[in-house]
């Protein structure tokens, strides 16, 4: 007979939440078209680094161009499908179209999931058993930041010093993610 203990899975899996604009891609603005993505250097570079090292790599993105009518949810993923060809092993990519200003009614509403509410690293947490605490947010901008710190995870803002504001505290900031991902490799294992 199987002891209770034998039931539940003790593996805990540690992950990377990365934003994707300015992030991975060199965008800024709405883009749901694939032509329109041009990775940053480095980074996948970095992504396959982190992957190799036993990382699980997850996306977590603000697609509020579906809630402004710029593009659908069809376009997130061609464009999504898009950058798997070109960096490698993302395990799976959340994104929140809604926007409380969205023009398309069924996609205006605050939704939990849009940074800098941690509602998409919470669900990725559920679904894969992560760990928070030994998991990292990077990201560009202070809600992927205030995403991270909410869902319990160590943070990496990739800005310039002097580009930083005071509307929160990371972990730790480097001007790309491919600066990024040696220090976590240098101090961090997947064990």
């Given at each position: ?78 464009v999504?499908?898009?950058i ?11 994104y ?14 605050n ?17 894969f ?22 869902a ?40």
């Amino acid at each position: 007979m199987l002891g209770l203990h034998s039931l539940y899975s003790t593996v805990v899996r540690k992950a990377i939440f990365l934003d994707r604009d300015g992030t991975i891609i060199d965008n800024q603005g709405d883009l749901g078209d694939p032509k329109g993505v041009n990775i940053i250097d480095g980074a996948k570079e970095a992504i396959k680094s982190l992957a190799d090292a036993g990382w699980l790599l997850i996306v977590v993105t603000n697609q509020a161009g579906v809630a402004r009518g710029v593009f659908t949810e069809q376009d997130i993923h061609a464009v999504h499908k898009y950058i798997d060809t070109l960096v490698g092993p993302i395990e799976k990519y959340y994104y929140c179209c809604f926007h409380e200003e969205g023009v398309l009614e069924e996609w205006r509403e605050n939704h939990p999931w849009r940074k800098p509410s941690p509602g998409m690293l919470l669900q990725a947490i559920q679904d894969f058993e992560i760990d928070a605490s030994s998991s990292w947010m990077i990201g560009d901008t202070a809600r992927d930041i205030q995403a991270g710190q909410a869902a319990g995870c160590k943070t990496i803002w990739l800005t310039q010093p002097g580009r930083m504001t005071d509307e929160v505290v990371p972990t730790l900031s480097c001007p790309t993610l491919a600066e990024a991902a040696p220090f976590i490799l240098a101090t961090e294992t997947i064990s």
